[in-house]
Structures are given as structure tokens and as C-alpha cells.
């Protein structure tokens, strides 16, 4: 059996490849993927993918009585359809209000000194705060019959 | 401030009887569980309640019909059913293509109520499956979240799943589909799947296989679950966490899930032929050879392992290469399909699949509908995700990908934000319920100090019980403002039966438009049994279920070629229609029309898809879209509008006689409510069709088409 296995390496020559792994892959720690995955979180509720199909124009814009055009933010009447610049602002504050409670949970570790737990806290509330009201209201922009009967 | 709120939280809590630590756990769980269960069955009932118990929308309506059918004719009956009543000349195979699992679920719910004599009518059971299925959701929610980290997560998933609008708009009472069940089926069988994974046992596995046999039979949304559970064992591979438990469930889940999904026969052996099934196949045969060389490596010396690794690795890459490059060569594994590549490559429908693209559920998402289908859970979602990474195990490494693969789904077509829903309750539990543990954890220590020390002993946390509190009371609040939020959308948005329509009129009064039942039944009443009725595919459904009567297309839209013909016939001027419509044998032809009322989904605004449409076959193809435009690109129908427009027969079938009518005041006669002008061509007379009915308020118009000459000419 060997004689007929040796055969081609009569004339073929085995090259002496060293393959090796490249040391510097390695298994991302879990919260950089947690970033990576809060990074396409935020472009795909932006609506990144519609904005590619669709291609809807940055900022809308409207005539005004004068003649003159005037730039609009947010596509109204329409629950499923926006322009660029509001999606982005729109995810934004998504972004921003997970990050808050995020903050929120690293603020309470023991052993943090009384400055940094205080600035935590305050920038918590305030991304918390303004993300929920801000969303509302861009919501309400968009819709101008939301949460009325 | 602590002592008051506690003081007044002893008094209230004095009131309550009794109970043991263990009993009063019992008890605010089965509290919480019942109220969840019959607030999300509650929440699903305003169409009822105002209109009345009728099956909403087109597809509904098939469902009901063959479910009538299943439950008249018995299941064998059902299975070999041959539909000639739809898509003639050609027909359908009913029982090779649907998936029978809502059907015989209704059929078994009917028939042992019957047997109890409780009779209740099919229909009846047809619109309250959906919020039946709904309540139980909730309560396989509970317990999912439940295994993935603790009974609180799981209860505050339970809650907030009972009312969220993304579920919520496709399983309304009335709104008979198969996504009704299917997330439930598909909740089920990932909870089993992650008592598979956490206990390793066959009992486990079998049971999450026999969930995903009942997947199967409800929805073609299956692949899902077929890709993602693999998906999931390869990263459990990748980031070194595979064992044996793992070993054990997937192959026990996927030999018997294969198995039993390919006895459902419109799956048939897609399982081993195409390649949406090919991850699971390829994860399966990775799992063997992982575990055959832990147990090789096990039992050899080092080195003499490292060399029979190298070797076998790369052999099998190269065979398993060389087969794959083969099968997808000679076409025997074939490649992605049309519906599920559009997921892949979202503009590969918009360039190539017009019906596809056509479809407004199919569209990409924007932001507001994120916000709209899901308010607070938005903000949550990352927090959970957040809580997962902290705490890294096989079943939360689940939780994440399905997160993240639905987000990005949903972002890709708006139907897909229902398989978003579940994974955004279950991960906002999850986060809600861990920041709630911390800080009323905060506020149960401080209030601990005080009675002890009476002396602040944390410098470095100031007002800790106040910061707390609010956190709490911001949380409970943005929780109140979620449960508003979405009864209000479900009220206004989703609850609307769209074959009955309401619109206020100007003295407050409520006008309801019957007028696609009152077609229906005219046809049904007026027209001879073997009648063909011509329609565009949205309403083929409808017609059959209710008017009982044989169409060309329907909503199935399996054959392009045919659909095309009726675009073609719809586009062109009366006389070639008339040759189409005579090839075709068709008796009577139905258009909805919203020029009177202002209803805007009507057929004229459907009318550049059947162009489109039209125009995409080789019989087509002297259809242009550009001919039905003004030379500045428009589509307009009055007097501007397009001569090739004006005279085509959709265009005289919805505004015969329109001409001489005055619909608002001030404007003048033949004003499309719709378009907001006044139509181009006002008097003509038809030469083929003639009038057959009108409905009250001109939503559904139907014309016979009149027979030969009687002396050929």
C-alpha cells in the first residue's frame, strides 16, 4: 500500500507551510461586543436600512406664503415613513436613554468615591429624563393626533 | 424621609391577611399572571365591542374558509383538498399549501366545545383564537424569562407583553392569521429549547421538538427558529462553552424537529433541499464531529492528537467544500428564495420581485414605528442586553442573538417587528427588573441603617434612599405612561375591522360603509353558481369566503404569470381587454372605487402595480408605466392626466357615470374625494361591460361582461 501512496511525491514536493493561528485573534471581552451591538442597535432604529431602500431626502421642505422654502424635520401623517436627519435624532435619543440606566447601574457599585458617584447620578437622570420627554415629543411632532382621541 | 414612606407602606401593608413568606410569593405571582393573562385578552376586544364579532382584513378570511371547510369535511378531506374555485383555469392545491396548524387548531377547539354542548359557531372561535393564544403567550413569556434569570424578570416580561402594540397589531380578536399562534408555538419551543440546553436531557429536547413540529404547522416564520438555534450552538462553539448537555439537545431537537417538520406537506423535504435549512444540517454535523474529537482528545496523547486534528480539519473542509460547490452547482441544494433573500439583501425585491415589493407590510422600517409598536421597551432593550453581557451563560448568549438578529429583521421589514416584540418584553423585563432589585435593594438597606445606627454609615453615597425612590417612582411612572400608550394605539390604530368601515359625520354621528359585504352577498344572491369574477388579487379571498363565487388571483399570489394577465387586462383599453377577459371566461368584474367616500386604498391608487405588474411578463410587455404619466412625470386622472390613462378600462369602470355626480360642495361634478381633482373623461359609455351594481356609498363596483354579438361581425 505504501509504494502506491509514494508515488506522486516522486514528483511532487510536500511545501513546509507553518500555519499558524494569528496570536492577535482573540475572543473580544463580552462589552466590546455589548458596543458593537448597541452601535448597529442605533443605526438600525434610525432606520438606516429604510433610508437605503426608500433614499428619502435628508430634510423635507415646504413652501411657506411668502414663496420661500422652509426646511421640515419630520415627515408627518406617516407612522412608517422619515427623513434622514430625524431617524438618526430619533435613535439618538433611544441611545441615550438606554445609556442612562446603563450609568444608573455602574453608579451603585460600592467603593466609588462621592464626586464621581454624584456626577453618575446626575448625568443618569438627565439622559434618562431627556430621552423618555424628547421622544415624546417627536413623536407628537410627527403625529399631531398622538395620545388624543 | 424614609421613616414616613416606610410608615405609610407598614399601614397599608397591615391590611393584607397573614401569610408566609412562601404563600405570599405564591400569591402576587398567580396575582400578577391572572391579571396579565385577562388584561391581554381584554385589550384585544375594541373591534368587537364596536363593531361586531366579524373576521378582519383578506387573509383571515382564507383561513376561515378552509378552517369551514376542515371542520365540515373532516381532516382527510382537508388534506387532499384541490381548491377549482380559485386561480382558474389553473386551481390550488389547498392541502399542499398552507400550513394546517391554525386550522386544526380552531377545528379541535370547536369540536370539543361541541362535544361539551357548548355549541358555539366556527366564527366565533375563529376570532377569539388570537386572544386566547395571546394570554397563553404570556404566561410562556413568564416562564422563559423565568429560566433565563428570575421569576421577577419573568413577571414584569409577562406584563408588558400583555399589552405591547408590535404583538398586538396582528393578533386582534378578529384577525384569524397564522401569526396568531405562531408566537406562541415559537415562545414554547425556545423555552424548552433553553431547559434542553440547561438541563441536557432527551426529554427536553424531544419536548422543544414536538413545539417546533407545532412551529412548523403554524408558520412559515419557522426558518427563524431553524437558523437561530444553530446559530446559537455555533457561537456556543465559538466562545468555547459547548458540552455535552449542549450535544445532547441539539441533536435530539434537530433529528426529531427535522423529522417531524417534513410531515407537514407544504415544508415536504425542504429540510434537506434548500438552503434556508442548511445552517442546521451544517451546525449538526459540526456538533458530532466537536463532541467525537473532545472524546478523541480525551483519549490520545498530545502530540499524537495535534497531528490527527490537522489532518481530519482539513480534509473534511475540503470534502465538505467540494459537495457543497457540487449540490448548489447541479441545482440539488437549491439556493435562497425570492421572500427570504429580500430579509439578506433588502433591495434584491424592490429591483426584482414588483408583487413583493408591492406589498406595504414588506416595507423597511422607520423610527416611528419602532417608538409606535413599542414606546418604554425601546429605551429598556439595551439595558437588558446590557444585564445579559454582565452575566454571560448559554442561555442568556440565546437571548442576545435573538435580540440582535430580530432588531435587525424588523428594521428590515415592518411584519417582522411581531418576532421583535417577544425578545423586546423579555429583555426589558430583564433590565426593568434588575435596576428595580438594585435600588429598592438600596432602599431596604438604608431603611435598615436607620433603624440600627441612626446615623448615615455610607459617606460616599449621599441621599441614598431619595435617589433611590426616584428611580423607582421614574420606572413605575414610564411603566403607567407604556400601559396608556398602548391601550391608545390598540384602540385607534389597530382595531379596525378594514371590511367595515366608520368615519364621523359632520353632526358627530358615527356612518359605518358595509359596502364589501353588501357586494358580496349581492354576488353571492345575483350571479349563477359557476360565475368568474374578476378582481385584482387583494379581495380574491373575500370573495371566495363570502360571495362564494370562482376567481382568477387571489392574495396567495403564487403565480405571477396570471396576475400579470389581470394587470394587463385592467391597463388596457376595452377592446384588448375584452379579448383577455373572454380568453379568461370571466363573467363579472369587481373594482373598489373611494372616489365618493375619500376611502384611499382604493383600486385607483393600486393602479401603477397592476401597471407594473402587468408590464413584467413577456404578454405584458407593450405596457409601459411611463404612458400612463403626464409628459412631467405625474399621475394625474383629470383633465392633464394621460390619454392612455383616461381610456383604460380601470380608469371607465371606476368613474362610469361618475361625471355627473356632486360629491362636495363647491367643487364641481365627478370631484375625486381621493385624488382632490375633477376626473379628465367624464362621459363615456362602455361597450363591453355593462353595470351590474353599485354599492350604497361606490366602494365596490361591479360590471357583467356582455357576451358575443349575436351576428359576428
Known sequence: MEAIYRIPFHFLECPNLKL???????????????????????????????????????????????????????MQYRVNGQYIMEGLAASFMFTLGGLGFIILDQSNKPGIEKRNRTM?????????????????????????????? | METEVLKHVEKVTSWLPR???????????????AIAAVLSFATRLFSVLRFESVIHEFDPYFNYRTTRYLTENGFYQFHNWFDDRAWYPLGRII??????????????????????NMTIDIRDVCVFLAPLFSSFTTIVTYHLAKELRDTASGLVAAALISVVPGYISRSVAGSYDNEGIAIFCMLLTYLMWIKAVKTGSIYYGTLCALAYFYMVSSWGGYVFLINLIPLHVLCLMITGRFSHKIYVAYSTVYCLGTVLS??????????????????ALGVFGLCQIHSFVDYVRSKLSAEAFQKLFKTVVIAVAGVTLAIGTVLTVTGKVSPWTGRFYSLLDPSYAKNNIPIIASVSEHQPTAWSSF??????????????????????????????????????????????????????????????????QNFCRNMVQCSKEQKSTKKATDQSYPYKFEVSFSVVAILGLSLGLYGFHCVWVTAEAYSSPSIVLSAR?????????????????????????????MSWWDYGYQITAMANRTILVDNNTWNNTHISRVGQAMSSTEDKAYEIMRELDVNYVLVIFGGLTGYSSDDINKFLWMVRIGG????????????YYTPQGEFRVDKQGSPVLLNCMMYKMCYYKFGQVYTEAGKPSGYDRVRNVEIGNKDFELDVLEEAYTTEHWLVRIYKVKDYENRGI
Open chain 1, 20 to 74: 499558524k493561528r494569528p496570536s492577535w485573534i482573540r475572543q473580544p471581552p463580552a462589552m466590546v461586543v455589548f458596543a458593537m451591538v448597541m452601535l448597529s442597535y442605533f443605526l438600525v432604529c434610525g432606520g438606516v436600512i429604510y433610508d437605503v431602500i426608500v433614499e428619502p431626502p435628508s430634510i423635507g421642505s415646504t413652501v411657506d406664503e411668502h414663496g420661500h422654502s422652509k426646511p421640515v424635520a419630520f
Open chain 1, 120 to 149: 453618575f447620578l446626575s448625568v443618569a437622570f438627565i439622559c434618562i429624563v431627556v430621552a423618555f420627554l424628547m421622544s415624546r415629543v417627536f413623536m407628537r411632532i410627527k403625529l399631531p393626533g398622538y395620545m388624543s382621541v
Open chain 2, 19 to 33: 401569610l408566609s413568606h412562601d404563600k405570599r410569593d405564591t400569591l402576587l405571582k398567580f396575582g400578577v399572571l
Open chain 2, 95 to 116: 392541502g399542499g399549501t398552507i400550513y394546517p396548524g391554525l386550522m386544526v387548531t380552531s377545528a379541535a377547539f370547536y369540536h370539543v366545545m361541541n362535544y361539551f
Open chain 2, 262 to 279: 417534513m410531515q407537514i406537506s407544504f415544508v415536504g423535504f425542504q429540510p434537506v433541499h434548500t438552503s434556508e435549512h442548511m445552517a
Open chain 2, 371 to 436: 417608538y409606535f409598536d413599542l414606546q418604554m421597551l425601546v429605551f429598556m432593550f439595551p439595558v437588558g442586553l446590557y444585564f445579559c453581557f454582565k452575566e454571560l451563560t448559554d442561555a442568556n448568549i440565546f437571548i442576545i442573538m435573538y435580540g440582535v438578529t430580530s432588531i435587525y429583521f424588523a428594521g428590515v421589514m415592518v411584519r417582522l417587528m411581531l418576532v421583535l416584540a417577544p425578545v423586546m418584553c423579555i429583555l426589558s423585563g430583564i433590565g426593568i427588573s434588575a435596576t428595580l
Open chain 2, 505 to 533: 359625520s359632520g353632526d358627530g354621528g358615527r356612518i359605518i360603509f358595509d359596502d364589501f359585504r353588501e357586494a358580496y352577498y349581492w354576488l353571492r344572491q345575483n350571479t349563477p353558481e359557476d360565475a368568474k369574477v
Open chain 2, 616 to 627: 413584467s411578463t413577456d404578454r405584458g410587455s407593450h405596457i409601459k408605466e411611463n404612458d
